[in-house]
């Protein structure tokens, strides 16, 4: 057995935490201990490092201004914050456009609010790529839509929905537009300003940041019901004294994602991983959209293999990867995505190897060299030979 991952390829779950962010937590910890609405010496100190923060977070996101960035405590948090706000701003609307493979905290409060308000839902398809109707999307667009959803890229296939491209329509029939970005932020140029985006849900431990701090891009002058009340924090759309720590934290990954993007190393490095499985185990598939999908991001199925046994098996060998959204482990139920594309036959499956900047050609050299024991244990090297 080897004590703890060789090699970690589930960035898309989370990313280890960078030490300098550490570092700067650390110190936020013991040096910030003033509660940063008090108007003394302690309290400045640490509203100063608030707003340090929110301005590298908004320029990691290119956005118009700082204050248009509210820091929450996760990209969850954000997605439901975007909705409820959504449809408070334009009352008398009842109708949401979102696509069929949303994150969870989406899917789920979309479901709730149909219930409970009467919420009319349009889930959009995806073909057999992950790949957005467009068709569809222009159809469900009425004056009666209060709110487009969509997220930016799917955790599971890396697969990228144009955004940008689809925030005019949104907004010709009045419509608020928002993206659920927590996947994208620090790994694309999301430039929220030049897309005219509405708001944008972004979550720090994505890109190397703490886990419980995101934050809410709000465009301004867009109108916004906060869903934590009871305080003026956040400029009174989020109640409840400031995560000092992770707010610092989070402020330091976004600067360091902005100076350090290893993009093209990283889809080097994911290239060189799906070619030497295929080259492996022939019988294996790449899943999503391979012309525009995150560069991180290779979602494979092993037609014939039991995903949850070989990652058992990668396990033990050190290899850390999933078999998709990490907000839906433990279930057994195929994930929403697959059956979205069609593909419920491989559902049981599939692989995700989801890289960070801290992946190396020796993590692939790892994975590529214990492969080949690994689907023989799991039956399927004969299979793909």
């Given at each position: 057995?080897?004590?703890?991952?060789v090699?970690?390829?589930?960035?898309?779950?989370?990313?280890?935490?960078?030490?300098?962010?550490?570092e700067?937590?650390?110190?936020?910890?013991?040096?910030?201990?003033?509660?940063?609405?008090?108007?003394?010496?302690?309290?400045?100190?640490?509203?100063?490092?608030?707003?340090?923060?929110?301005?590298?977070?908004?320029?990691?996101?290119?956005?118009?201004?700082?204050?248009?960035?509210v820091?929450t405590?996760?990209?969850?948090?954000?997605?439901v914050?975007?909705?409820?706000?959504?449809?408070?701003?334009?009352?008398?609307?009842?109708?949401?456009?979102?696509?069929?493979?949303?994150?969870?905290?989406?899917?789920?409060?979309?479901?709730?609010?149909?219930?409970?308000?009467?919420?009319?839902?349009?889930?959009?398809?995806?073909?057999?790529?992950?790949?957005?109707?467009?068709?569809?999307?222009?159809?469900?667009?009425?004056?009666?839509?209060?709110?487009?959803?969509?997220?930016t890229?799917?955790?599971?296939?890396?697969?990228?929905f144009?955004?940008?491209?689809?925030?005019?329509?949104?907004?010709?029939?009045?419509?608020?537009?928002?993206?659920?970005?927590?996947?994208?932020?620090?790994?694309?140029?999301?430039s929220?300003?030049?897309?005219?985006?509405?708001?944008a849900?972004?979550?720090?431990?994505?890109?190397?940041?703490?886990?419980?701090?995101?934050?809410?891009?709000?465009?301004?002058?867009?109108?916004?019901?906060?869903?934590v009340?009871?305080?003026?924090?956040?400029?009174?759309?989020?109640?409840?004294?400031?995560?000092?720590?992770?707010?610092?934290?989070?402020g330091?990954?976004?600067?360091?994602?902005?100076?350090d993007?290893?993009?093209?190393?990283i889809?080097?490095?994911?290239?060189?991983?799906?070619?030497?499985?295929?080259?492996?185990?022939?019988?294996?598939?790449?899943?999503?959209d391979?012309?525009?999908?995150?560069?991180?991001?290779?979602c494979?199925?092993?037609?014939?293999?039991?995903?949850?046994?070989?990652?058992?098996?990668?396990?033990?060998?050190?290899?850390?990867?999933?078999?998709?959204?990490?907000c839906?482990?433990?279930?057994?139920?195929?994930?929403?995505?697959?059956?979205?594309?069609?593909?419920?036959?491989?559902?049981?499956?599939?692989?995700?190897?989801?890289?960070?900047?801290?992946?190396?050609?020796?993590?692939?050299?790892?994975?590529?060299?214990?492969l080949?024991?690994?689907?023989?244990?799991?039956?399927?090297?004969?299979?793909?030979?």
């Amino acid at each position: 057995m080897v004590a703890g991952p060789v090699a970690y390829f589930d960035a898309n779950a989370t990313t280890p935490v960078d030490p300098r962010v550490a570092e700067a937590m650390l110190s936020a910890l013991t040096d910030l201990h003033g509660n940063p609405s008090s108007s003394h010496a302690a309290g400045r100190d640490a509203r100063r490092a608030i707003e340090a923060a929110r301005h590298e977070v908004a320029t990691l996101i290119g956005a118009g201004r700082p204050d248009e960035v509210v820091f929450t405590s996760g990209g969850s948090e954000s997605n439901v914050a975007a909705i409820r706000a959504a449809l408070a701003a334009r009352p008398g609307r009842r109708e949401v456009v979102t696509s069929a493979v949303e994150h969870p905290s989406v899917h789920v409060t979309l479901d709730r609010l149909a219930t409970t308000d009467g919420i009319v839902i349009h889930r959009l398809p995806v073909d057999e790529c992950g790949r957005l109707d467009l068709d569809a999307y222009r159809a469900a667009l009425g004056p009666d839509t209060a709110l487009v959803t969509l997220m930016t890229a799917n955790n599971e296939t890396g697969t990228l929905f144009p955004f940008a491209d689809l925030v005019p329509a949104a907004h010709t029939v009045g419509a608020l537009f928002h993206t659920d970005a927590v996947q994208a932020a620090g790994r694309l140029d999301l430039s929220v300003a030049a897309s005219g985006v509405d708001m944008a849900s972004l979550s720090a431990h994505k890109l190397h940041g703490p886990k419980g701090i995101g934050a809410l891009h709000i465009r301004h002058r867009v109108p916004f019901e906060g869903l934590v009340t009871g305080g003026g924090q956040e400029r009174g759309r989020r109640a409840g004294t400031e995560n000092v720590p992770g707010i610092v934290g989070f402020g330091v990954a976004a600067r360091l994602a902005l100076m350090d993007n290893q993009a093209t190393r990283i889809a080097g490095l994911r290239d060189r991983l799906e070619k030497g499985i295929l080259s492996a185990l022939p019988g294996t598939l790449v899943l999503g959209d391979l012309s525009a999908r995150l560069a991180n991001t290779a979602c494979l199925a092993f037609p014939g293999a039991d995903a949850e046994m070989m990652l058992h098996r990668l396990d033990r060998a050190g290899i850390a990867a999933s078999s998709g959204s990490a907000c839906a482990a433990g279930g057994m139920t195929p994930s929403r995505m697959l059956l979205a594309m069609g593909l419920k036959h491989l559902a049981g499956s599939v692989v995700r190897f989801s890289l960070s900047r801290l992946n190396t050609d020796a993590d692939i050299d790892h994975l590529l060299a214990s492969l080949p024991a690994i689907a023989r244990e799991a039956g399927i090297l004969e299979t793909a030979a």
